[in-house]
């Protein structure tokens, strides 16, 4: 039988690459629900347009008017629509409480109303800052350090609390760093490669020691799709398995694959409460029988061609976001 399954913020970064992975699969059709932020893109669907088994629907998470006859209509639900940079948070906390907490909120009671399971992608930031050494497992607590991850923690609490309260079917999973094709330019990878491939100064925060773990965007939601064919109704999976390394480390290796001189590399003042590390134990999503298969050097020359080659898409989408 096919299964229909409803994709909220479809059109961002990682909602539109679990698009074209599930559109792989032959039995499977896809809904879109997605507002179009800045963030989010059509162009990031364009192969799918034609496709009878693709539809994109134009709304907001938080809007139950919107939500409720989407899910209805799904044998289950992602849901990855999210205000999702950090920096922005800082700046202005009351969107990612709207769109990360409150429309969750839509999201869950819409999938409690008709029984419509639901996978909650949710990030390690909710742990808060991580030592030097040692690794998150999914039973720590959650202590986010920004606003929006303290967002991302409390639709991940809700989702939490309609399994237990509601015995509704959710599973969590929480992803490291993720990069690749179609990343907004806002985001580290992509703001390296863009500032190095242009022969700009590639801004690095404070002295580039915070480290992070980056998992290709492939690998990453083929460890969505895996938890949500095989995840325990209830359950939460860090998606970890990338490749750690400094910012400092991070900006180098861009310069190396692309080309470019390091004296570009420019410290800029940094993050405040800029978390160190994350750092996640991935035991429960590897018994699922997921592992990583896209080596950090191949995810890294994968992207910088792709950016080398849409130099237009990072144009246009920098000047959607200012209209
Ligand atoms: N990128 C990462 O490294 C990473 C890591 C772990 C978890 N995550 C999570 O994965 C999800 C996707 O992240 P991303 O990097 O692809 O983000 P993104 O910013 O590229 O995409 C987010 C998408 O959600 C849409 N959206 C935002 N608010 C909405 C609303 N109110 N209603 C409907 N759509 C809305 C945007 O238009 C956009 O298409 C987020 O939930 C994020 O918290 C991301």
Redesign the pocket.
Known sequence: MGRSILV????????SHLVDLLLERPDTAVTV?????Y???RRNLAPHERNPRFRFVL????DPGVVEPLVRAADRGVH??????VDRSIEDSKVFV??NVL?TQVVLEACRESDTPLLF????EVYGAGQPEGVFEEDDPLLPRNPYAAS?AGADLLCRSYWITYRLAVTIVR????FGPR??PE?AIPTFIVSALRGRPIPVYGDGSHRREWLYVRDFVRAVATVMDEGEPGGVYNIGGGFELSNLELARRICEAVGAPESLITFVPDRPGHDVRYGLGWERLSALGWRPAVPFSDGLATTVAWYRDNLSWVEEVVSEGRS
Request: aromatic share 4%.
């Open positions: 909220t913020g479809g059109a961002g970064f990682i909602g629900l997605d507002k179009l932020t963030a989010g893109s709304g907001d998470v938080a990855a629509a999210a205000e999702s940079f709207e769109s429309g992608v949710s990030t390690d991302k992803g490291t760093n993720t990343q907004h985001k």
